[in-house]
């Protein structure tokens, strides 16, 4: 059974930082493309980052510059590094496994989501 289980979620005064993680367990993690969506209230999921199998990496432009993703394939784990958070970038962070871009509708497999929330 494929799971995905984001965890590092929380809240953060504007300006700070957080980690997501996502660990990956029933597929070979190496083998897939992965990334990270958001879902804030009232609006669609939207791409954040991606990156493919092995390590090429995508953005959306409102992100670039203060997030950084990256994988684990030894620990079957995907992160996300989350600098100068604004409060805009408050949502429900979702891992999906199976895409290589930051359109949803590619990916097969996705988490439960992480609650992230950025005060002014």
């Known amino acids: 059974e494929v799971q995905l289980v984001e965890s590092g979620g929380g809240l953060v005064q504007s300006g700070g930082s957080l980690r997501l993680s996502c660990a990956a367990s029933g597929f070979t993690f190496s083998l897939y493309g992965m990334g990270w969506f958001r879902q804030a209230p009232g609006k669609e999921r939207e791409g954040v980052a991606y990156?493919?199998?092995?390590?090429?990496?995508g953005y959306a432009e409102s992100v670039k510059g203060r997030f950084t993703i990256s994988r684990d394939n030894a620990e079957n784990t995907l992160y996300l590094q989350m600098n100068s958070l604004q409060p805009e970038d408050t949502a429900i962070y979702y891992c999906?496994?199976?895409?290589?871009?930051?359109?949803?509708?590619?990916?097969?497999?996705w988490g439960q989501g992480t609650q992230v929330t950025v005060s002014s």
């Open positions: 999906a496994a199976g895409g290589w871009s930051l359109v949803p509708r590619f990916y097969n497999y």
């Open positions: 990156i493919s199998p092995n390590g090429i990496t």
